[in-house]
């Protein structure tokens, strides 16, 4: 495959990466494009400049993406000696801590859903959303664990 053409679908790719996190997570575009840019750039730290040319948008639109994404753990800064700015890079491992960090949450919600399910003791027509919920993060908070050992097992 030329380089041109490579270029023109690792741009596709990361548009594809900026919709699935706007649809999924509710992030702006830009701050998809700027995390799938620094997926597959090269080299794997950027000046805002180089990202900015990249996915053809203006500096200042990456301020508050790049903010969202630090925020989030996603990406961190860089600095290299006798340079004046910052370099952007994915942190390392941050999809198993994005994974971990989801995942769990779901299942500790089964405790907010058992305290629902108290409060509504006396009235089981109303508890009945309240128990399909509370089986599923319940079920989440006890199969979650397991699966992250077994990944923490296969990826070493």
Same mark, same amino acid.
């Given at each position: @495959?030329?380089?041109?053409? #490579?270029?023109? !679908? *690792? *741009?596709? &790719?990361? +548009? #594809?990466?900026?919709?699935?996190?706007? %649809?999924?997570?509710?992030?702006?575009?830009?701050?998809?494009?700027?995390?799938? &840019? *620094? @997926?597959?750039?090269?080299?794997?730290?950027?000046?805002?400049?180089?990202?900015?040319?990249?996915?053809?948008?203006? %500096?200042? =639109?990456? =301020?508050?993406?790049?903010? /969202?994404?630090?925020?989030?753990?996603?990406?961190?800064?860089?600095? $290299?000696?006798? +340079?004046?700015?910052?370099?952007? $890079?994915?942190?390392?491992? /941050?999809?198993?801590? /994005?994974? #971990?960090? %989801?995942?769990?949450?779901?299942?500790?919600?089964?405790?907010?859903?058992?305290?629902? *399910?108290?409060?509504?003791?006396?009235?089981?027509?109303?508890?009945?959303?309240?128990?399909?919920?509370? $089986?599923?993060?319940?079920?989440? !908070?006890?199969?979650?664990?397991?699966?992250?050992? #077994?990944?923490?097992?296969?990826?070493?």
């Amino acid at each position: @495959m030329d380089e041109q053409r #490579r270029d023109e !679908e *690792l *741009l596709a &790719w990361v +548009e #594809r990466v900026a919709a699935f996190f706007a %649809k999924n997570n509710g992030l702006p575009l830009i701050t998809g494009r700027v995390l799938g &840019w *620094l @997926m597959v750039c090269d080299p794997p730290e950027q000046t805002a400049a180089q990202i900015a040319a990249a996915i053809g948008a203006s %500096k200042g =639109s990456l =301020s508050t993406a790049v903010r /969202v994404l630090e925020a989030g753990g996603f990406v961190r800064t860089v600095t $290299r000696p006798a +340079e004046r700015g910052v370099r952007l $890079r994915v942190v390392d491992d /941050v999809w198993e801590r /994005v994974a #971990r960090r %989801k995942l769990e949450a779901l299942g500790q919600f089964s405790g907010i859903t058992a305290d629902g *399910l108290e409060i509504l003791r006396d009235d089981p027509a109303r508890a009945g959303r309240v128990r399909d919920a509370h $089986r599923l993060f319940a079920w989440l !908070e006890r199969e979650i664990p397991p699966l992250f050992q #077994r990944w923490e097992e296969d990826s070493s």
